[in-house]
């Protein structure tokens, strides 16, 4: 289990002492019992409805002044208070628990928490150690990622699914349905935390194969939207280093493409040797762009940078309503061996 201080700020004091009897066997808590416990550092906070309103204030304060941090809090609530989490959800909370409350699902959540908690934190140290711009600027985006994939599929999964008993005995064929997309994002979710994993230690996406690395961040564009994407790659290996780096970094771009603009239902990620030439190609159906009148923007000149360090050649293909095409070309690098 990862290591982390909970902050346990609960109305009833039966119920705090239970939420705090079981997380101590596991982690270190504390009670609050005033505003003045907020300002103590902790790593996650857990609210029930009368705490989280009565310390919102410190709560948003807490956030607002470590910006680049994922200090996270789990709100214990009833679904009778359920209008208060819909009113205060993206402001400060992170995950909800609904009671009555499971000793094995309240364990899982928090661990979830703190090892996002713990990674932002690993991030943060990597910018403070940073000297060039371009270190501080992958952090951000990791930092982004973090937030506004992970985390935000994971409150999702699991909203889901505490609605999943009584939709089964209303509805078991839309509860089957929906059993099914609580298990897919659960699974771009862990696609997405070990994508930041990696990230955090580039030498690690070097070692694995751009088939695997497409194929995992395929699993968290899926968990973002509903997308059939396939994947071909044909059998090359030992890329110098700077030419894999910089096909899964397009890749990734275009990926990231799909996912948040193009309301593509379909997508087609290829990479081949032809002609004595390297060819990656990414294609949608979405909505598409006027290329000729984009001449940046969607991430297109920091993938055109990429393919030039790479000494490949760039074209964007798009037209509004008939969908874009990426297509990168170069000469296959002496280093990589072809099967005959």
Known sequence: MPDGLILVAVENKMNGQLLQDTLRQFHSVRLADSEASLNEPFDLGLF??????RFHKQVVARQQAA???FLPNLLVTTRQDIGLVTGQLWKSIDEILFAPIEKRELLARVEVLLRAHNY????????KD?????????RQRLARELHDSVTQMI???STLAQTLPQLQIKDPERAKVQLEEV???N???LSEMRTLLMELRPQNLVRMSLKDLFDQLIL??????EVKITCMVEDVANLPEDTHLGIYRIVQEALTNIAKHSEATEANVSLKTEDGQLILQIKDNGDGFDSKALAAGFGLDGMQERAALMGASLNVISDKGKGTEILVSMPVPRAVSLDA
């Open 220 to 225: 968290g564009v899926q968990g973002r939207r």
């Open 187 to 189: 699974r771009a979710a």
């Open 130 to 138: 940073a000297h060039e711009q371009a270190t501080y600027a992958e």
């Open 48 to 53: 029930d409805g009368v705490s989280l309103k």
């Open 183 to 185: 298990v897919r994002m």
């Open 67 to 69: 910006p680049d941090l």
């Open 155 to 157: 409150f999702s999964a």
């Open 120 to 127: 932002s934190v690993e991030l943060a140290r990597l910018y």
